[in-house]
């Protein structure tokens, strides 16, 4: 855990907090170590959802790589290059898991996956 002195320490405007606690400060101020501790865990929430968008990105790429092979194999068999059963079936799975949000990103990578129809 970090400490910091009275004198060291900042409010949230990076200001020292001796002038934070004029009279233009804000009355619900947060504490200093307050304030730090709370961009120490952005920091590390920040960190996290980096690695979650990296993993996101690697899924989605090798999701529309698939993708694509059902549509090649699809159609050098005579077939259509979609099925509107399987993409029907695939937007109402994320629409249930995630609401309106979920139909969006379900499009985006049927989209993504077979290209624009």
Do not use: N, W
């Amino acid at each position: 855990m970090i400490t910091m002195t009275e004198s060291q320490a900042q409010s949230p405007t990076g200001r020292p907090a001796d002038l934070a606690t004029s009279s233009t400060a804000p009355s619900s101020t947060v504490t200093p170590m307050t304030a730090l501790q709370t961009d120490e865990a952005i920091g590390e929430l920040r960190v996290e959802i980096d690695a979650v968008d990296a993993a996101l990105v690697e899924l989605v790429a090798r999701r529309i790589q698939i993708s694509k092979q059902v549509g090649r194999l699809r159609m050098a068999a005579g077939g259509t290059r979609l099925s509107l059963a399987r993409e029907q079936a695939v937007v109402a799975r994320f629409s249930a898991e995630l609401g309106e949000t979920g139909t969006s990103l379900a499009m985006l990578l049927l989209r993504a996956g077979r290209g624009r129809l």
